[in-house]
Protein backbone atom coordinates (compact mmCIF):
# COMPACT_ATOMS: atom_id res chain seq x y z
CA UNK A 1 0.00 0.00 0.00
CA UNK A 2 1.14 3.41 -1.13
CA UNK A 3 0.55 6.16 1.66
CA UNK A 4 0.67 9.65 -0.59
CA UNK A 5 3.13 11.64 -0.34
CA UNK A 6 2.46 14.76 2.83
CA UNK A 7 0.02 12.39 4.18
CA UNK A 8 -0.30 10.43 7.32
CA UNK A 9 -2.70 7.78 8.26
CA UNK A 10 -3.77 6.39 12.41
CA UNK A 11 -5.21 3.30 12.77
CA UNK A 12 -6.77 2.14 15.97
CA UNK A 13 -7.97 -1.20 15.79
CA UNK A 14 -10.97 -2.70 18.27
CA UNK A 15 -10.53 -6.85 18.53
CA UNK A 16 -13.14 -8.87 19.77
CA UNK A 17 -11.85 -12.11 20.70
CA UNK A 18 -14.65 -14.85 21.77
CA UNK A 19 -13.54 -16.60 24.66
CA UNK A 20 -13.50 -20.33 24.69
CA UNK A 21 -15.65 -20.99 27.92
CA UNK A 22 -18.07 -23.55 28.18
CA UNK A 23 -20.81 -21.71 28.91
CA UNK A 24 -21.46 -18.10 28.72
CA UNK A 25 -20.39 -14.80 30.44
CA UNK A 26 -23.30 -13.92 32.72
CA UNK A 27 -25.21 -17.48 32.35
CA UNK A 28 -25.04 -21.32 32.50
CA UNK A 29 -26.08 -21.60 28.42
CA UNK A 30 -23.69 -23.87 26.20
CA UNK A 31 -21.76 -21.19 23.69
CA UNK A 32 -21.64 -24.25 21.20
CA UNK A 33 -21.57 -23.01 17.85
CA UNK A 34 -23.96 -23.48 14.76
CA UNK A 35 -26.84 -25.51 17.51
CA UNK A 36 -29.67 -25.17 16.22
CA UNK A 37 -31.39 -21.12 17.04
CA UNK A 38 -32.59 -20.67 20.50
CA UNK A 39 -31.83 -23.44 21.75
CA UNK A 40 -28.30 -22.55 23.93
CA UNK A 41 -30.69 -19.08 24.96
CA UNK A 42 -31.58 -19.74 28.66
CA UNK A 43 -34.06 -16.99 30.43
CA UNK A 44 -30.73 -14.90 31.37
CA UNK A 45 -29.74 -14.81 27.36
CA UNK A 46 -33.49 -13.81 26.56
CA UNK A 47 -33.65 -10.83 29.29
CA UNK A 48 -36.50 -12.63 30.87
CA UNK A 49 -37.85 -10.22 34.11
CA UNK A 50 -36.72 -11.46 37.45
CA UNK A 51 -33.48 -12.79 36.80
CA UNK A 52 -30.11 -11.93 37.81
CA UNK A 53 -26.56 -12.68 35.85
CA UNK A 54 -23.17 -14.11 37.29
CA UNK A 55 -19.54 -13.87 36.24
CA UNK A 56 -18.48 -16.82 34.88
CA UNK A 57 -14.86 -17.48 36.78
CA UNK A 58 -13.21 -19.00 33.20
CA UNK A 59 -13.75 -15.76 31.35
CA UNK A 60 -12.18 -13.78 34.43
CA UNK A 61 -9.35 -15.96 34.01
CA UNK A 62 -9.08 -16.00 30.60
CA UNK A 63 -8.86 -12.05 30.44
CA UNK A 64 -6.02 -12.31 32.83
CA UNK A 65 -4.20 -14.41 31.11
CA UNK A 66 -4.23 -12.64 28.29
CA UNK A 67 -3.27 -9.34 30.31
CA UNK A 68 -0.25 -10.86 31.58
CA UNK A 69 0.45 -12.30 27.65
CA UNK A 70 0.82 -8.64 26.71
CA UNK A 71 2.56 -7.30 29.88
CA UNK A 72 -0.14 -5.17 30.63
CA UNK A 73 -1.63 -3.83 34.11
CA UNK A 74 -4.46 -6.17 35.84
CA UNK A 75 -6.91 -4.41 37.79
CA UNK A 76 -7.43 -5.60 41.71
CA UNK A 77 -11.07 -4.19 41.38
CA UNK A 78 -12.81 -4.41 38.08
CA UNK A 79 -16.07 -3.24 37.47
CA UNK A 80 -19.07 -3.39 34.84
CA UNK A 81 -21.30 -1.34 33.30
CA UNK A 82 -24.55 -0.96 30.72
CA UNK A 83 -23.90 0.41 27.74
CA UNK A 84 -27.79 1.08 26.34
CA UNK A 85 -28.77 1.01 23.12
CA UNK A 86 -31.87 -0.49 21.43
CA UNK A 87 -31.73 -3.57 19.25
CA UNK A 88 -33.78 -6.62 18.61
CA UNK A 89 -30.56 -9.31 19.10
CA UNK A 90 -29.90 -7.03 22.19
CA UNK A 91 -33.36 -8.19 24.49
CA UNK A 92 -32.32 -6.03 28.23
CA UNK A 93 -31.92 -3.17 25.93
CA UNK A 94 -28.20 -2.88 27.13
CA UNK A 95 -24.85 -4.29 26.82
CA UNK A 96 -22.89 -5.47 30.06
CA UNK A 97 -19.33 -4.37 29.48
CA UNK A 98 -16.59 -2.68 31.41
CA UNK A 99 -16.21 0.49 30.82
CA UNK A 100 -14.81 2.57 33.52
CA UNK A 101 -12.81 -0.36 35.29
CA UNK A 102 -12.03 -2.56 33.05
CA UNK A 103 -9.87 -5.96 34.11
CA UNK A 104 -6.68 -5.28 32.06
CA UNK A 105 -5.23 -1.59 31.14
CA UNK A 106 -1.68 -1.02 29.29
CA UNK A 107 0.48 -3.69 28.03
CA UNK A 108 1.50 -4.04 24.19
CA UNK A 109 2.35 -6.57 20.88
CA UNK A 110 5.39 -6.50 18.75
CA UNK A 111 4.94 -6.51 15.23
CA UNK A 112 7.68 -7.08 12.33
CA UNK A 113 8.01 -4.53 9.91
CA UNK A 114 8.22 -5.72 6.01
CA UNK A 115 11.85 -4.31 6.83
CA UNK A 116 12.44 -7.03 9.72
CA UNK A 117 12.27 -3.85 12.45
CA UNK A 118 10.47 -4.60 15.70
CA UNK A 119 7.87 -1.51 16.19
CA UNK A 120 5.17 -1.68 19.29
CA UNK A 121 1.77 -1.45 19.22
CA UNK A 122 0.35 -0.26 22.53
CA UNK A 123 -2.87 -1.65 23.89
CA UNK A 124 -5.14 0.99 25.86
CA UNK A 125 -7.20 -1.28 27.66
CA UNK A 126 -8.67 -5.04 27.30
CA UNK A 127 -12.38 -5.28 28.50
CA UNK A 128 -14.79 -8.03 29.28
CA UNK A 129 -18.55 -8.27 27.44
CA UNK A 130 -20.94 -9.67 25.83
CA UNK A 131 -22.13 -10.69 22.57
CA UNK A 132 -25.54 -9.84 20.70
CA UNK A 133 -27.15 -12.56 19.04
CA UNK A 134 -28.02 -12.89 15.54
CA UNK A 135 -30.44 -10.75 13.29
CA UNK A 136 -31.86 -12.78 10.37
CA UNK A 137 -33.23 -10.30 7.57
CA UNK A 138 -33.26 -12.13 4.77
CA UNK A 139 -35.77 -15.47 5.48
CA UNK A 140 -39.28 -13.41 6.32
CA UNK A 141 -41.10 -10.87 4.38
CA UNK A 142 -41.56 -8.28 6.90
CA UNK A 143 -40.19 -9.35 9.96
CA UNK A 144 -36.81 -9.88 11.42
CA UNK A 145 -35.54 -13.10 12.78
CA UNK A 146 -33.93 -13.08 16.13
CA UNK A 147 -31.48 -16.02 17.29
CA UNK A 148 -30.19 -15.72 20.69
CA UNK A 149 -27.42 -18.70 20.75
CA UNK A 150 -25.59 -15.91 20.77
CA UNK A 151 -26.26 -13.55 23.38
CA UNK A 152 -23.90 -13.73 26.34
CA UNK A 153 -21.04 -15.78 24.82
CA UNK A 154 -18.45 -13.71 26.31
CA UNK A 155 -16.08 -11.40 24.82
CA UNK A 156 -12.47 -9.90 25.41
CA UNK A 157 -12.72 -6.65 23.35
CA UNK A 158 -8.95 -5.82 23.02
CA UNK A 159 -8.03 -2.06 22.09
CA UNK A 160 -4.95 -0.80 20.70
CA UNK A 161 -3.27 2.92 20.92
CA UNK A 162 -3.78 4.97 17.21
CA UNK A 163 0.30 3.75 16.74
CA UNK A 164 -0.95 1.79 13.41
CA UNK A 165 0.46 3.65 10.83
CA UNK A 166 -0.77 1.54 7.99
CA UNK A 167 -2.58 -1.44 6.64
CA UNK A 168 -0.11 -3.30 6.44
CA UNK A 169 0.62 -3.04 10.29
CA UNK A 170 -2.86 -3.20 10.98
CA UNK A 171 -3.04 -7.18 9.53
CA UNK A 172 0.50 -7.98 11.25
CA UNK A 173 -1.12 -6.63 14.43
CA UNK A 174 -4.33 -8.60 13.97
CA UNK A 175 -2.31 -11.49 12.95
CA UNK A 176 0.12 -10.69 16.18
CA UNK A 177 -3.36 -11.09 18.71
CA UNK A 178 -4.50 -13.67 16.89
CA UNK A 179 -1.61 -15.95 17.56
CA UNK A 180 -1.58 -15.17 20.76
CA UNK A 181 -5.35 -15.57 21.46
CA UNK A 182 -4.70 -19.13 20.27
CA UNK A 183 -1.42 -19.72 22.04
CA UNK A 184 -2.75 -18.51 25.25
CA UNK A 185 -5.72 -21.11 24.63
CA UNK A 186 -8.54 -18.23 25.46
CA UNK A 187 -10.06 -18.02 21.54
CA UNK A 188 -10.39 -20.47 18.99
CA UNK A 189 -9.46 -18.21 16.71
CA UNK A 190 -11.51 -19.37 14.21
CA UNK A 191 -12.25 -16.48 11.85
CA UNK A 192 -14.87 -17.86 10.04
CA UNK A 193 -17.47 -18.33 13.02
CA UNK A 194 -16.81 -15.05 14.23
CA UNK A 195 -14.36 -15.82 17.04
CA UNK A 196 -12.55 -12.96 16.58
CA UNK A 197 -13.79 -9.51 14.43
CA UNK A 198 -11.58 -6.57 14.31
CA UNK A 199 -13.30 -2.72 14.31
CA UNK A 200 -11.20 -0.04 12.78
CA UNK A 201 -11.24 3.56 13.69
CA UNK A 202 -9.08 5.19 10.80
CA UNK A 203 -8.41 8.85 10.33
CA UNK A 204 -5.72 10.52 8.06
CA UNK A 205 -3.76 14.10 8.45
CA UNK A 206 -1.14 16.08 6.65
CA UNK A 207 1.92 14.81 7.70
CA UNK A 208 3.15 17.96 9.51
CA UNK A 209 -0.32 18.35 11.63
CA UNK A 210 0.30 17.38 15.18
CA UNK A 211 -3.16 16.27 15.72
CA UNK A 212 -5.11 13.54 14.91
CA UNK A 213 -7.71 13.97 12.11
CA UNK A 214 -11.21 13.21 12.57
CA UNK A 215 -12.19 9.27 11.98
CA UNK A 216 -14.98 7.01 11.22
CA UNK A 217 -15.37 3.44 11.98
CA UNK A 218 -15.23 0.26 10.68
CA UNK A 219 -17.32 -2.48 12.10
CA UNK A 220 -17.19 -5.90 12.09
CA UNK A 221 -14.45 -6.76 9.73
CA UNK A 222 -13.76 -10.84 10.15
CA UNK A 223 -10.64 -11.60 7.74
CA UNK A 224 -7.73 -10.29 7.84
CA UNK A 225 -7.92 -9.23 4.14
CA UNK A 226 -11.27 -7.43 4.58
CA UNK A 227 -9.32 -5.75 7.20
CA UNK A 228 -6.72 -4.46 4.64
CA UNK A 229 -9.06 -3.87 2.03
CA UNK A 230 -11.23 -1.97 4.07
CA UNK A 231 -8.31 0.52 5.50
CA UNK A 232 -6.72 0.84 1.98
CA UNK A 233 -10.13 1.84 0.60
CA UNK A 234 -10.98 4.31 3.42
CA UNK A 235 -8.05 6.27 3.79
CA UNK A 236 -8.10 6.78 0.26
CA UNK A 237 -11.33 8.23 0.13
CA UNK A 238 -10.61 10.15 3.19
CA UNK A 239 -7.51 11.76 1.46
CA UNK A 240 -9.20 12.73 -1.68
CA UNK A 241 -12.42 14.62 0.67
CA UNK A 242 -9.56 16.57 2.19
CA UNK A 243 -7.60 17.16 -0.96
CA UNK A 244 -10.90 18.36 -2.28
CA UNK A 245 -11.50 20.70 1.06
CA UNK A 246 -14.32 18.57 1.99
CA UNK A 247 -14.16 17.42 5.67
CA UNK A 248 -14.42 14.20 6.74
CA UNK A 249 -17.78 13.44 8.83
CA UNK A 250 -17.22 11.37 12.10
CA UNK A 251 -19.24 7.99 11.50
CA UNK A 252 -19.34 4.39 11.63
CA UNK A 253 -19.03 3.05 8.41
CA UNK A 254 -19.39 -1.06 6.94
CA UNK A 255 -16.77 -2.52 4.34
CA UNK A 256 -19.16 -4.55 1.37
CA UNK A 257 -16.53 -7.06 0.71
CA UNK A 258 -18.49 -7.47 -2.81
CA UNK A 259 -18.06 -3.93 -3.58
CA UNK A 260 -14.57 -3.77 -2.07
CA UNK A 261 -15.89 -0.06 -0.28
CA UNK A 262 -16.60 1.42 2.71
CA UNK A 263 -20.36 3.00 3.40
CA UNK A 264 -21.89 4.60 6.14
CA UNK A 265 -24.31 2.52 8.35
CA UNK A 266 -26.76 4.37 9.67
CA UNK A 267 -25.98 5.72 13.01
CA UNK A 268 -26.70 4.14 15.90
CA UNK A 269 -26.51 6.32 18.56
CA UNK A 270 -23.00 8.82 19.10
CA UNK A 271 -20.68 7.62 21.58
CA UNK A 272 -21.98 9.91 24.72
CA UNK A 273 -25.55 8.29 24.25
CA UNK A 274 -25.07 5.21 25.10
CA UNK A 275 -25.34 6.45 28.62
CA UNK A 276 -22.92 4.03 30.82
CA UNK A 277 -23.64 4.08 34.00
CA UNK A 278 -22.23 1.11 36.53
CA UNK A 279 -24.35 -2.42 36.58
CA UNK A 280 -26.18 -2.56 39.51
CA UNK A 281 -27.12 -6.40 39.19
CA UNK A 282 -23.24 -7.01 39.66
CA UNK A 283 -20.75 -6.16 42.90
CA UNK A 284 -17.09 -5.17 41.78
CA UNK A 285 -14.67 -8.45 41.03
CA UNK A 286 -11.46 -8.66 43.07
CA UNK A 287 -8.60 -10.69 42.23
CA UNK A 288 -6.20 -11.25 44.52
CA UNK A 289 -2.54 -11.50 44.01
CA UNK A 290 -2.72 -15.54 44.63
CA UNK A 291 -4.94 -15.44 41.88
CA UNK A 292 -2.89 -13.75 39.64
CA UNK A 293 0.40 -15.72 40.29
CA UNK A 294 -1.57 -19.13 40.21
CA UNK A 295 -2.33 -17.82 36.72
CA UNK A 296 0.85 -16.80 36.13
CA UNK A 297 2.05 -19.93 36.82
CA UNK A 298 -0.16 -22.12 34.04
CA UNK A 299 0.89 -19.66 31.58
CA UNK A 300 2.12 -21.98 28.26
CA UNK A 301 5.02 -21.29 26.19
CA UNK A 302 4.16 -17.99 24.43
CA UNK A 303 5.53 -18.15 20.70
CA UNK A 304 9.22 -16.25 20.36
CA UNK A 305 9.66 -18.27 23.69
CA UNK A 306 8.64 -21.81 21.63
CA UNK A 307 10.87 -20.42 18.76
CA UNK A 308 13.57 -19.89 20.74
CA UNK A 309 13.46 -23.49 22.20
CA UNK A 310 13.58 -25.28 18.72
CA UNK A 311 16.47 -23.40 17.72
CA UNK A 312 18.15 -24.07 20.77
CA UNK A 313 16.97 -27.59 21.89
CA UNK A 314 16.25 -28.95 18.35
CA UNK A 315 19.10 -26.85 16.02
CA UNK A 316 16.00 -26.01 13.78
CA UNK A 317 17.02 -22.63 11.48
CA UNK A 318 15.49 -19.86 12.47
CA UNK A 319 13.30 -19.63 9.46
CA UNK A 320 11.92 -23.41 10.34
CA UNK A 321 11.78 -22.23 13.86
CA UNK A 322 9.22 -19.41 13.25
CA UNK A 323 7.32 -21.24 10.38
CA UNK A 324 6.91 -24.19 12.71
CA UNK A 325 6.42 -21.51 16.41
CA UNK A 326 3.97 -19.84 14.00
CA UNK A 327 0.79 -21.57 14.94
CA UNK A 328 0.71 -23.40 18.39
CA UNK A 329 -1.40 -26.46 16.75
CA UNK A 330 1.54 -26.77 14.19
CA UNK A 331 4.05 -26.32 16.94
CA UNK A 332 2.41 -29.24 19.02
CA UNK A 333 2.07 -31.02 16.17
CA UNK A 334 5.64 -30.99 15.24
CA UNK A 335 6.66 -31.76 18.60
CA UNK A 336 4.48 -34.91 18.83
CA UNK A 337 6.30 -35.85 15.56
CA UNK A 338 9.88 -35.42 16.82
CA UNK A 339 9.15 -37.42 19.93
CA UNK A 340 7.84 -40.00 18.44
CA UNK A 341 10.21 -39.89 15.76
CA UNK A 342 13.34 -39.18 17.82
CA UNK A 343 14.59 -37.22 15.14
CA UNK A 344 13.76 -33.68 15.00
CA UNK A 345 15.10 -32.16 12.01
CA UNK A 346 13.64 -34.99 9.89
CA UNK A 347 10.02 -34.36 11.67
CA UNK A 348 10.84 -30.36 10.50
CA UNK A 349 11.23 -31.12 7.22
CA UNK A 350 8.43 -33.41 6.38
CA UNK A 351 6.16 -31.10 8.87
CA UNK A 352 7.23 -28.29 6.37
CA UNK A 353 7.05 -29.80 3.21
CA UNK A 354 4.96 -33.25 3.14
CA UNK A 355 2.59 -31.98 5.78
CA UNK A 356 1.95 -28.78 4.62
CA UNK A 357 2.03 -29.35 1.07
CA UNK A 358 -0.92 -31.54 1.73
CA UNK A 359 -2.70 -29.44 4.03
CA UNK A 360 -2.66 -26.81 1.56
CA UNK A 361 -3.51 -28.42 -1.77
CA UNK A 362 -6.47 -30.07 0.08
CA UNK A 363 -7.15 -26.73 2.26
CA UNK A 364 -7.37 -28.28 5.29
CA UNK A 365 -6.22 -26.69 8.94
CA UNK A 366 -3.37 -28.55 10.90
CA UNK A 367 -6.20 -29.33 13.09
CA UNK A 368 -8.21 -31.43 10.41
CA UNK A 369 -4.77 -32.98 9.05
CA UNK A 370 -5.84 -37.13 7.83
CA UNK A 371 -2.20 -37.80 8.99
CA UNK A 372 -1.87 -37.26 12.72
CA UNK A 373 1.44 -36.37 14.73
CA UNK A 374 1.95 -39.93 15.84
CA UNK A 375 1.43 -41.23 12.22
CA UNK A 376 4.33 -39.01 10.82
CA UNK A 377 6.77 -39.91 13.72
CA UNK A 378 6.54 -43.13 13.23
CA UNK A 379 7.00 -42.51 9.59
CA UNK A 380 9.89 -40.35 9.86
CA UNK A 381 11.30 -42.71 12.63
CA UNK A 382 11.41 -45.42 9.94
CA UNK A 383 13.07 -43.40 7.26
CA UNK A 384 15.60 -42.58 9.53
CA UNK A 385 16.33 -46.10 10.97
CA UNK A 386 16.90 -46.63 6.74
CA UNK A 387 13.83 -49.30 6.92
CA UNK A 388 12.49 -47.42 4.18
CA UNK A 389 13.90 -44.51 1.31
CA UNK A 390 12.75 -41.32 0.91
CA UNK A 391 11.16 -41.86 -1.78
CA UNK A 392 8.86 -44.60 -0.37
CA UNK A 393 8.13 -42.60 2.38
CA UNK A 394 6.32 -40.25 0.36
CA UNK A 395 4.21 -43.40 -0.96
CA UNK A 396 3.13 -44.10 2.39
CA UNK A 397 2.48 -40.99 3.73
CA UNK A 398 0.52 -40.60 1.01
CA UNK A 399 -1.46 -43.79 1.50
CA UNK A 400 -1.69 -42.55 5.76
CA UNK A 401 -3.36 -39.33 3.87
CA UNK A 402 -5.76 -41.34 1.88
CA UNK A 403 -6.78 -43.00 4.85
CA UNK A 404 -5.01 -46.20 3.09
CA UNK A 405 -3.46 -47.08 5.83
CA UNK A 406 -3.24 -46.01 9.73
CA UNK A 407 0.12 -46.94 10.46
CA UNK A 408 3.63 -46.96 8.67
CA UNK A 409 4.96 -49.79 10.03
CA UNK A 410 1.80 -52.10 8.85
CA UNK A 411 1.60 -50.60 5.67
CA UNK A 412 5.14 -50.96 4.17
CA UNK A 413 5.17 -54.95 5.74
CA UNK A 414 1.81 -55.60 4.15
CA UNK A 415 3.33 -54.35 0.84
CA UNK A 416 6.86 -55.45 1.03
CA UNK A 417 8.31 -51.79 0.83
CA UNK A 418 11.54 -52.08 3.76
CA UNK A 419 14.25 -51.09 2.01
CA UNK A 420 16.67 -53.43 0.35
CA UNK A 421 19.91 -52.70 2.70
CA UNK A 422 21.05 -57.16 2.52
CA UNK A 423 24.24 -56.22 0.25
CA UNK A 424 24.25 -59.85 -0.37
CA UNK A 425 20.88 -59.52 -2.19
CA UNK A 426 21.95 -56.05 -4.26
CA UNK A 427 25.62 -57.38 -5.37
CA UNK A 428 24.29 -59.44 -7.75
CA UNK A 429 21.54 -57.71 -9.28
CA UNK A 430 24.15 -54.55 -9.33
CA UNK A 431 26.88 -56.56 -10.97
CA UNK A 432 24.00 -57.61 -13.53
CA UNK A 433 23.13 -54.07 -13.80
CA UNK A 434 26.75 -53.09 -14.64
CA UNK A 435 27.32 -56.10 -17.33
CA UNK A 436 23.88 -55.66 -19.65
CA UNK A 437 25.02 -51.41 -20.14
CA UNK A 438 28.70 -51.99 -20.78
CA UNK A 439 29.12 -49.28 -22.87
CA UNK A 440 27.81 -46.68 -20.03
CA UNK A 441 30.25 -48.81 -17.95
CA UNK A 442 33.01 -48.16 -19.69
CA UNK A 443 32.31 -43.96 -19.92
CA UNK A 444 31.68 -44.18 -16.03
CA UNK A 445 34.99 -46.07 -15.49
CA UNK A 446 36.45 -43.65 -17.90
CA UNK A 447 35.66 -40.70 -15.65
CA UNK A 448 32.18 -39.63 -16.50
CA UNK A 449 30.54 -39.69 -13.33
CA UNK A 450 27.37 -38.36 -14.56
CA UNK A 451 26.69 -41.90 -15.36
CA UNK A 452 26.41 -42.79 -11.44
CA UNK A 453 23.14 -40.85 -11.91
CA UNK A 454 22.05 -43.49 -14.44
CA UNK A 455 23.16 -46.97 -12.58
CA UNK A 456 21.62 -45.81 -9.85
CA UNK A 457 18.52 -45.23 -11.37
CA UNK A 458 17.90 -48.53 -12.88
CA UNK A 459 19.17 -50.59 -9.37
CA UNK A 460 15.71 -47.99 -8.02
CA UNK A 461 13.72 -48.97 -10.78
CA UNK A 462 14.61 -52.73 -10.60
CA UNK A 463 14.18 -52.62 -6.92
CA UNK A 464 10.78 -50.88 -6.75
CA UNK A 465 12.06 -47.62 -5.23
CA UNK A 466 13.39 -49.87 -2.10
CA UNK A 467 17.06 -49.73 -2.36
CA UNK A 468 18.91 -47.01 -0.53
CA UNK A 469 20.13 -45.04 -3.10
CA UNK A 470 23.74 -44.13 -1.17
CA UNK A 471 24.49 -48.02 -0.35
CA UNK A 472 24.12 -48.46 -4.37
CA UNK A 473 25.94 -45.76 -4.64
CA UNK A 474 29.12 -47.47 -2.87
CA UNK A 475 28.45 -50.66 -3.81
CA UNK A 476 28.77 -49.75 -7.56
CA UNK A 477 32.27 -47.91 -6.94
CA UNK A 478 33.46 -50.87 -4.68
CA UNK A 479 32.37 -53.27 -7.76
CA UNK A 480 33.76 -51.53 -10.04
CA UNK A 481 37.17 -50.91 -8.54
CA UNK A 482 37.63 -54.80 -8.07
CA UNK A 483 36.51 -55.32 -11.64
CA UNK A 484 37.51 -52.66 -13.96
CA UNK B 1 -31.27 22.64 32.48
CA UNK B 2 -32.67 20.86 29.73
CA UNK B 3 -34.63 22.62 26.74
CA UNK B 4 -37.42 21.46 24.59
CA UNK B 5 -35.12 19.68 21.83
CA UNK B 6 -32.71 18.03 24.80
CA UNK B 7 -36.07 16.40 26.53
CA UNK B 8 -37.29 15.14 22.57
CA UNK B 9 -33.28 13.41 22.68
CA UNK B 10 -34.20 12.00 25.60
CA UNK B 11 -37.22 10.33 24.47
CA UNK B 12 -36.47 9.06 21.51
CA UNK B 13 -32.98 7.35 23.46
CA UNK B 14 -35.43 6.14 25.54
CA UNK B 15 -37.63 4.68 23.32
CA UNK B 16 -40.29 7.07 25.05
CA UNK B 17 -43.42 8.66 23.17
CA UNK B 18 -44.23 11.90 25.60
CA UNK B 19 -47.97 13.02 26.20
CA UNK B 20 -47.68 16.67 24.90
CA UNK B 21 -50.25 17.18 27.80
CA UNK B 22 -47.34 16.57 30.46
CA UNK B 23 -44.68 17.82 28.37
CA UNK B 24 -44.09 20.88 30.69
CA UNK B 25 -44.39 18.85 33.81
CA UNK B 26 -42.20 16.24 32.68
CA UNK B 27 -39.22 18.72 31.71
CA UNK B 28 -39.21 20.34 35.11
CA UNK B 29 -39.66 17.01 36.97
CA UNK B 30 -36.60 16.09 35.04
CA UNK B 31 -34.94 19.75 35.53
CA UNK B 32 -35.82 19.12 38.89
CA UNK B 33 -33.68 16.52 39.74
CA UNK B 34 -30.90 17.84 37.46
CA UNK B 35 -30.65 20.45 39.90
CA UNK B 36 -30.10 17.89 42.94
CA UNK B 37 -27.16 16.66 40.70
CA UNK B 38 -25.60 20.11 40.19
CA UNK B 39 -25.68 20.13 44.21
CA UNK B 40 -23.81 16.47 44.90
CA UNK B 41 -21.78 17.97 41.62
CA UNK B 42 -20.32 20.73 43.97
CA UNK B 43 -19.39 18.13 46.50
CA UNK B 44 -15.83 18.30 47.42
CA UNK B 45 -13.95 15.08 46.65
CA UNK B 46 -11.00 14.89 45.28
CA UNK B 47 -9.93 12.37 47.32
CA UNK B 48 -12.35 10.05 47.11
CA UNK B 49 -12.61 6.90 45.23
CA UNK B 50 -15.34 6.51 42.79
CA UNK B 51 -17.94 3.83 43.93
CA UNK B 52 -18.52 0.87 41.41
CA UNK B 53 -21.44 -0.41 43.81
CA UNK B 54 -22.93 0.75 46.94
CA UNK B 55 -22.58 -2.72 48.45
CA UNK B 56 -19.14 -3.39 50.58
CA UNK B 57 -18.63 -6.66 49.17
CA UNK B 58 -17.32 -8.44 45.89
CA UNK B 59 -18.61 -10.33 43.67
CA UNK B 60 -18.99 -14.27 43.51
CA UNK B 61 -18.06 -16.06 40.67
CA UNK B 62 -19.51 -19.20 39.31
CA UNK B 63 -17.27 -22.57 37.81
CA UNK B 64 -17.69 -22.29 33.52
CA UNK B 65 -19.69 -25.19 33.37
CA UNK B 66 -23.05 -25.60 31.57
CA UNK B 67 -26.30 -25.40 34.07
CA UNK B 68 -28.82 -24.21 31.22
CA UNK B 69 -31.04 -27.20 29.31
CA UNK B 70 -32.62 -26.49 26.34
CA UNK B 71 -36.26 -24.89 27.02
CA UNK B 72 -37.21 -22.96 24.29
CA UNK B 73 -40.08 -24.68 23.81
CA UNK B 74 -41.55 -23.19 26.74
CA UNK B 75 -39.89 -19.37 26.28
CA UNK B 76 -41.09 -19.35 23.07
CA UNK B 77 -45.03 -19.49 24.41
CA UNK B 78 -44.52 -16.30 25.75
CA UNK B 79 -43.32 -14.67 22.95
CA UNK B 80 -45.72 -12.54 20.22
CA UNK B 81 -44.08 -14.45 17.34
CA UNK B 82 -42.05 -17.69 17.13
CA UNK B 83 -41.25 -19.40 13.37
CA UNK B 84 -38.75 -22.03 12.19
CA UNK B 85 -36.96 -21.54 15.88
CA UNK B 86 -36.58 -17.64 15.74
CA UNK B 87 -37.91 -15.06 17.59
CA UNK B 88 -39.89 -12.62 15.09
CA UNK B 89 -39.99 -9.00 15.22
CA UNK B 90 -40.95 -6.23 12.82
CA UNK B 91 -38.15 -5.74 10.25
CA UNK B 92 -35.08 -3.72 11.11
CA UNK B 93 -32.29 -3.53 9.08
CA UNK B 94 -29.37 -1.29 8.93
Redesign the interface.
Known amino acids: MNIPDGWQIDIGLEIHAQLN???KIF????TLFGS????????VD?A?PGVLP???????AKAIRFGLGVSAEIAR?S?FDRK?Y???DLPKGYQITQM??PIVTGGHIDIFLEDGTVKRIRITRAHLEEDAGK???E??D???????NRAGTPLLEIVSEPDIKSAYEAVAYARKIHQLVTYLDICDGNMSQGSLRFDANISVRREDSATLGIRAEIKNLNSFRFLERAIVYETDRQISLLEANKSVPQETR?YDPGKDETRP??SK?TAT?Y?YF?E?D?????VTDEKINAIKAEMPELPAERCQRFIDEFKLTVADSNLLASDRNLADYFEIAAENSKNALLSANWVKSELLGHLNRDSLSIKDSPVSAIQLGELVSLIGADTISGKIAKDVFSALWAGEATSATTYIEQHGLQQLTDQSALEPLILEILNANPKQRQQLLSGKHKLMGFFVGQVMKQTQGKANPQQVNTIIKRLLQESP | MISNEELDLLGD?A?LSLDPDSRESTLAAINEVLELVATLNAAECENVK?L??P?E????????????T???DK??QVAP?F????????????
Do not use: W
Open positions: TQSSGASDPNIQASALLVVNEAVYIANFYPDLSLHDFSFTGIDLLMREDRPPLLPVV | LQPAHLTEQMLRPDAVSENQRFSLEEGLYLVPKVIE
